[in-house]
């Protein structure tokens, strides 16, 4: 089973996901394509993504910007904007070279079936790093993934990160760094 780890700035377990979404104004979509208020959960099983909305637009939008904040901190110089096959990206020169990127947005994680998750491992959130396209923490790789990080200097990037994040989404100030393996 192909398996990954990623690092995530987010809540977990059913209680906190609830007081996130709540707090964001954010409803979720259960597997019969219904609009569901977060509140109204039992399990995580209940739902299975973010509902796209222009909330979810709004916040995602304040997150790309976070995304553009940290680049320029970094010294990364903007590219442009271009299509890769499933996702659009935004590519940035970097010290590692050109890369095209998944900026920063919230996100639902939680896949019993594949990655084994229990309930309390769903998590809601920010993905600092990613699969197949380079998000922010393995920018080192062209492709994405961890396969092996200092830890100590993606701490230290997280800190920039969460910086901007909580700047343009202040309501996500209270969310944690998160491990979390992903099925690929």
């Known amino acids: 089973m192909p398996m990954g780890n990623e690092i995530h700035y987010a809540v977990s377990g059913i209680d906190n996901i609830k007081a996130l979404l709540s707090k964001l104004g954010l409803k979720v ?3 019969d394509e219904n609009v569901l208020d977060p509140a109204t959960l039992e399990s995580v099983s209940d739902f299975y993504m973010l509902h796209e909305d222009a909330v979810l637009e709004d916040i995602n939008r304040r997150l790309e910007a976070a995304y553009f904040a940290v680049a320029e901190r970094l010294g990364w110089k903007y590219m442009g904007f271009g299509a890769y096959p499933y996702n659009k990206t935004h590519h ?5 070279g050109l890369r095209r990127v998944s900026h920063f947005h919230l996100e639902y994680q939680y896949d019993p079936d594949e990655a084994g998750d229990d309930e309390d491992m769903a998590s809601v959130g920010v993905a600092l790093s990613g699969r197949y396209v380079p998000t922010f923490l393995d ?3 062209p492709h994405g993934a961890l396969y092996s990080v200092d830890l100590m200097d993606a701490l230290e990037m997280s800190k920039s990160a969460i910086e901007e ?3 343009e989404v202040p309501e996500l100030a209270d969310m944690r760094l998160l491990l979390r393996e992903i099925f690929y």
């Open 29 to 31: 979509v259960d597997y």
């Open 92 to 96: 940035f020169e970097t010290p590692f």
């Open 139 to 141: 920018i080192e790789s």
């Open 165 to 167: 994040i909580v700047r």
